[in-house]
């Protein structure tokens, strides 16, 4: 096997790319793995540098006004032929880094020459690495920028979520609500929270990281504040309609999470439904999925014209979770199936009692009150149990109604219809695990998927289901246990 050395130049690694058709796909793979573990390099530098920048623009005159920019970001922006969002993303991450140092420096006693406060360089100030950064310092998060496990858009995400907490808010100067005290995170300790997130976090997909933020900001919003958020979102809410000049109809909405919930819910079942008959006659439907999102809308309005109209075998059902003790106080929050964002368990309450909207209702440690029985065919109880603990495809993280739920040992090979043999798959993945050779087992009731050997010589499983990317109670315990 071609191996890369750590002495190619850049030229040279082009070269190899160009050249890419004679290379196996292992070793595509672990080249590309290295070229990501280069790029995370460069941008943990580029960070510094960046934050380097906005220090010495901080004044009237600084660098980026000496240059005709009126922030930092967009002077940074600028040399990177990038957008400024992404120049703030590594000025955070610089900050980040340079806060870890500062903490790391802060317990050793100064035993050499003072910092020479005069030094200029061509009439410019200085700026030592080792000036100390305001407000709270965040090293877990640090060290894995450094490390290069978490890219500069995780990271930024990260920081926005660990700067709402009452002691980093506190680190900062700030009031602190008495009410963020009593959320789940806010009881934690700061470090605690920290590593939990950012070892969860390394590794993930960004879109999977931004819904593991999402999750967790609702975990450091009192409930009164939530609700009244919920509400903004609402009131934002709108559809125009236009037709044009050729007679299409241009539909466009924003809609909050309960109100678009129901719609999804049933777009995805009639494409779901779709994508499966296409399969059985090997490609006769040439819709490209937004066709089918479009003809699903359709298919909508007839139906509510026309209530007794056939259903076509879609099957479809809001499904929202909270905990017992939710469900009863409205306190805390819950989520809905295919939604990101949490919704305050009140509202949830309120829409549980809508016949088209399915509680799941969960014990204190979340686990399924009710599992349903077993049979050949997995019951709807038992449906909604296995949702409940993949979160959707066990896989990917596919909405719940683009999936199934599948025996992992097979019913005719005398595999029971019960919780422990049954995962959650879209139909995509179910496809590729058993095409590819992949194996599926369930440890302590939690889904790990295990690689061929030529994708990992090693077979090293992977966390699937909702646990790889949920924050759990076992998570802050192992990392109160870390940072104890």
Same mark, same amino acid.
Do not use: W
């Given at each position: 096997m071609a191996q890369t050395t750590g002495t190619e130049t850049l030229a040279q690694l082009r070269a190899r790319a160009e050249s890419a058709d004679g290379l196996t796909d292992p070793e595509i793979e672990a080249f590309m793995e290295r070229m990501v573990d280069h790029r995370r390099e460069v941008d943990v530098i580029l960070a510094l540098l960046a934050c380097h920048v906005k220090k010495r623009s901080a004044a009237r005159s600084g660098a980026a006004r000496r240059r005709g920019f009126q922030t930092s970001a967009q002077m940074t922006a600028a040399k990177i032929g990038g957008t400024v969002a992404e120049a703030q993303r590594l000025e955070d991450m610089g900050e980040v880094l340079l806060a870890?140092?500062?903490?790391?420096?802060?317990?050793?006693?100064?035993?050499?020459?003072?910092?020479?406060? &005069?030094?200029?360089?061509? @009439?410019?100030? #200085?700026? *030592?690495?080792? #000036?100390? =950064?305001a407000g709270p310092s965040f090293p877990h998060l640090g060290e894995?920028?450094?490390?290069?496990?978490?890219?500069?858009? /995780? /990271?930024a995400l990260i920081r926005s979520l660990l700067l709402r907490h009452p002691e %980093?808010?506190?680190? *900062?100067?700030?009031?602190?609500?008495? %009410?963020?005290? #009593? =959320?789940?995170? @806010?009881?934690?300790?700061?470090?605690?929270?920290?590593?939990?997130?950012?070892?969860?976090?390394? &590794?993930?997909?960004?879109?999977s990281v931004r819904s593991l933020i999402t999750r967790l900001e609702a975990d450091l919003t009192p409930p009164p504040e939530a609700e009244r958020d919920?509400?903004?979102?609402? $009131?934002r809410r709108f559809v125009t309609v236009r037709e044009d000049r050729d007679g299409m109809v241009q539909i466009n909405a924003l809609l909050d999470p309960l109100t678009a919930a129901p719609l999804l819910a049933s777009m995805r079942g009639y494409v779901k439904g779709a994508m499966k008959r296409n399969q059985d006659d090997r490609g006769g439907d040439d819709r490209t999925p937004e066709q089918m999102r479009a003809d699903a809308l359709g298919w909508l309005g007839r139906h509510a014209t026309s209530c007794r109209a056939p259903h076509d075998g879609i099957k479809t059902t809001v499904n929202i979770r909270m905990t017992l003790e939710e469900l009863q106080r409205a306190t805390g929050h819950g989520t809905v199936d295919g939604v990101s964002r949490p919704i305050p368990a009140?509202?949830?309450? $309120?829409?549980?009692?809508?016949?088209? /909207?399915?509680?799941?209702?969960? @014990? &204190? $440690?979340?686990?399924?009150?009710?599992? &349903? =029985?077993?049979?050949?065919?997995? =019951?709807?109880?038992q449906r909604r149990a296995l949702i409940e603990r993949d979160g959707g495809c066990a896989w990917c993280q596919a909405p719940p109604d683009f999936c199934d739920a599948h025996h992992l040992t097979y019913w005719r090979n005398g595999g029971r219809t019960d919780l422990d043999n049954g995962i959650m798959l879209c139909v995509g993945c179910h496809t590729w695990i058993h095409r590819d050779g992949w194996q599926i087992r369930m440890v302590d009731g939690r889904p790990w998927f295990i690689p061929p050997a030529d994708v990992d010589p090693a077979r090293r499983p992977r966390p699937g289901g909702r646990h790889a990317s949920t924050v759990s109670d076992e998570d802050v315990a192992a990392a109160l246990a870390d940072v104890a």
């Open positions: 870890a140092q500062d903490g790391d420096d802060a317990g050793e006693k100064h035993g050499g020459k003072p910092d020479d406060a &005069g030094a200029q360089n061509e @009439g410019q100030e #200085q700026f *030592s690495s080792k #000036q100390k =950064t894995a920028v450094r490390d290069r496990r978490v890219g500069p858009d /995780a /990271a %980093a808010r506190e680190a *900062s100067g700030m009031k602190v609500d008495p %009410a963020v005290r #009593q =959320t789940r995170l @806010g009881k934690l300790p700061l470090a605690a929270v920290e590593r939990a997130t950012v070892d969860k976090c390394a &590794g993930l997909p960004l879109r919920y509400e903004e979102l609402r $009131r009140a509202v949830l309450r $309120r829409e549980a009692a809508d016949a088209c /909207a399915i509680p799941t209702v969960l @014990g &204190g $440690r979340s686990e399924i009150l009710d599992h &349903g =029985t077993a049979e050949r065919p997995f =019951t709807r109880p």
